[in-house]
Antibody, heavy 121, light 106 residues
Framework: EVQLVESGGGLVQPGRSLRLSCTAS????????MSWVRQAPGKGLEWVGF??????????EYAASVKGRFTISRDDSKSIAYLQMNSLKTEDTAVYYC????????????WGQGTLVTVSS | DIQMTQSPSSLSASVGDRVTITCQAS??????LNWYQQKPGKAPKLLIY???NLETGVPSRFSGSGSGTDFTFTISSLQPEDIATYYC????????FGPGTKVDIK
């Protein structure tokens, strides 16, 4: 059974950093790209970014709203994807979901339960 | 960047009604369009991928159609458990979600 478990959320002050983790199980983690999607309170879904599998170069793509501040990485030996968030802003407050695609395309068939990040002074 | 719009933003319908949601892309995205259902406090669930393909295990009352810039999502007979917000998502160029359509029971 595929499982994605996010961790690392919490309350953080503006300008500070936070790292989220997504621990995966039930599939061959290294074969898949992994994405992060967020949802501000009462708002819609916003794609944050993804990291391709090593077979596709392990490269990353980001939404314009987080580019240069957020970094996605992966440790295939541990089946964990990370979201490093720097220079956090109040508008980054959201539930952050880790997602797995069906195959090479970003069609998200599995989602984690989400972890809440609150950016506030 | 590709922008996605959805209409309506919300709707109320009776059990058994046919419900239709439209999604429009700001440029041609071929059939690279997915639909998700999100219930309050839960993660989204994939319903339709590549515009018209029903995800395994999803009831057949859900369907999708369209290509290019205009897409349609249909619930053929609304059930109480379909109360949720529905999102379209393009992946022709990176990823963009539509703003969502909230569906409730009249």
């Amino acid at each position: 059974e595929v499982q994605l478990v996010e961790s690392g959320g919490g309350l953080v002050q503006p300008g500070r950093s936070l790292r989220l983790s997504c621990t995966a199980s039930g599939f061959t983690f290294g074969d898949y790209a992994m994405s992060w999607v967020r949802q501000a309170p009462g708002k819609g879904l916003e794609w944050v970014g993804f990291i391709r599998s090593k077979a596709y170069g392990g490269t990353t793509e980001y939404a314009a709203s987080v580019k240069g501040r957020f970094t996605i990485s992966r440790d295939d030996s541990k089946s964990i994807a990370y979201l490093q968030m720097n220079s956090l802003k109040t508008e980054d407050t959201a539930v952050y979901y880790c997602t797995k695609p069906i195959a090479a395309a970003p069609i998200f068939d599995y989602w984690g339960q989400g972890t809440l990040v609150t950016v506030s002074s | 960047d590709i922008q996605m719009t959805q209409s309506p933003s919300s709707l109320s319908a009776s059990v058994g009604d046919r419900v239709t949601i439209t999604c429009q892309a700001s440029q041609d995205i071929s059939n690279y369009l997915n639909w998700y259902q999100q219930k309050p406090g839960k993660a989204p669930k994939l319903l339709i991928y590549d515009a018209s393909n029903l995800e395994t295990g999803v009831p057949s009352r859900f369907s999708g159609s369209g290509s290019g810039t205009d897409f349609t999502f249909t619930i053929s007979s609304l059930q109480p458990e379909d109360i949720a917000t529905y999102y379209c998502q393009q992946y022709d160029n990176l990823v963009t979600f539509g703003p969502g359509t909230k569906v409730d029971i009249k």
